[in-house]
């Protein structure tokens, strides 16, 4: 059994900053690519950062130069550091892998974390 476990959601003022986490745990043989997605109300879910096993990392438009991804593979774990945000960065921030356990090769996703930037 694999699980995706996120913390570091919460209220923030506009201009400030938060760093998520997003730890995998269970029968784990590798990781492969780790992304953020996030979902406003309303909105479709969309990719916000991802993050190769060796270390590349791609961003979304809307947050490059603000957001920055980073893993550590010993620990499988990625995070988010997210800097200036602004109050359309509110959404539910979701983490996904691609892990490959004994038998497969699956996508799976983490529960959700809420950040609301707001004064």
């Known amino acids: 059994q694999v699980q995706l476990v996120e913390s570091g959601g919460g209220l923030v003022q506009p201009g400030g900053s938060l760093t998520l986490s997003c730890a995998a745990s269970g029968s784990i043989s590798g990781i492969t690519t780790m992304a953020w997605y996030r979902q406003a109300p309303g909105k479709q879910r969309e990719l916000v950062a991802g993050i190769t096993s060796g270390g590349t990392p791609n961003y979304a438009d809307s947050v490059k130069g603000r957001f920055t991804i980073s893993r550590d593979n010993a620990k499988n774990t990625v995070y988010l550091r997210m800097n200036s945000l602004k109050p359309e960065d509110t959404a539910v921030y979701y983490c996904?892998?691609?892990?490959?356990?004994?038998?497969?090769?699956?996508?799976?996703w983490g529960q959700g974390t809420q950040v609301t930037v707001s004064s």
């Open positions: 996904k892998a691609q892990i490959t356990t004994a038998w497969s090769l699956n996508d799976y």
